[in-house]
């Protein structure tokens, strides 16, 4: 029996066509911004061995996922944070598009290497501005910059502590020592009045750095130093 294809038919089969080899070639057709997915991939022992289970968007609680443990991480789209405990709480860990081979290359604040939850970052901005003050409600001495990654606070002339936090444009992760160590704390558009809203029991933030997406910035990713002291 010989069937017959209908104008309209096949013309719905040659949109469907189109779509599904759009779908199977991404790299075709320019990402526009905002648009990008996200994919990261958990191995539960160093070194990319072991189970391995993929996010492509947030989790409150690995463990309820069936992860027990964070032994290595591969970030294909991303940005993303991760925190030391369940429903995106305790310490931060901010991760973008590379190789995570073990605990130490994520962290050196030597604190924990636990991870009990991830979200993706939205980064939608490719301008970067973001003003610290010393006081409580953005109050006393601050520090501006603008599209501009500082690895020393101090170098700046800038010697006081960070209780409030306004970022006007771009993604951010702050650090609680000079070079990009110690603690981190991710900083989002938007206003933080007080250290506790960003995270940090302590009002010390010494370095900062924009979070540059690899849709925004093709060579401009930061690639953290295993082992730093």
């Known amino acids: 029996m010989c069937s017959i294809i209908s ?49 492509t968007g947030p989790c409150n609680d690995l463990q309820e996922a069936g992860v027990e443990k964070v032994g290595s991480i591969l970030v294909l789209c991303g940005p993303w944070v ?5 429903n995106c709480k305790g310490e931060q860990y901010v991760f973008e598009k590379g190789e995570y081979p073990r605990w130490d290359s994520w962290t050196n604040s ?17 301008e970067h501005k973001i003003v610290l003050y010393e006081n409580p409600s953005f109050a006393g001495k601050k520090i501006e910059i603008i599209d501009d990654d500082v690895p020393s606070f101090h170098s700046h002339g800038y010697q006081e502590k960070v209780t409030s936090v306004r970022v006007q444009s771009g993604t951010w992760v702050g650090y609680q020592y000079p070079g990009y160590r110690g603690y981190q704390y991710l900083f989002e558009k938007g206003e933080y009045k007080d250290c506790a809203e960003f995270g940090a029991q302590f009002p010390q933030i010494q370095s900062v750095r924009r979070i540059r997406d690899m849709q925004w910035h093709q060579r401009g990713a930061f690639h953290p130093v295993a082992g730093a002291n």
């Open 7 to 55: 104008p309209l038919s096949l013309y719905s089969f040659i949109i469907l066509f189109t779509m599904a080899t759009d779908h199977q070639n991404p790299a075709s057709k320019q990402q526009q911004p905002g648009t990008s997915a996200f994919k990261l991939s958990i191995y539960e022992q160093e070194n990319f061995q072991g189970r391995c289970h993929e996010l």
């Open 82 to 86: 991760g925190y030391e405990q369940a």
């Open 110 to 126: 030597r604190r924990s290497d636990n991870i009990f939850a991830f979200r993706p970052i939205k980064v939608d901005s490719q």
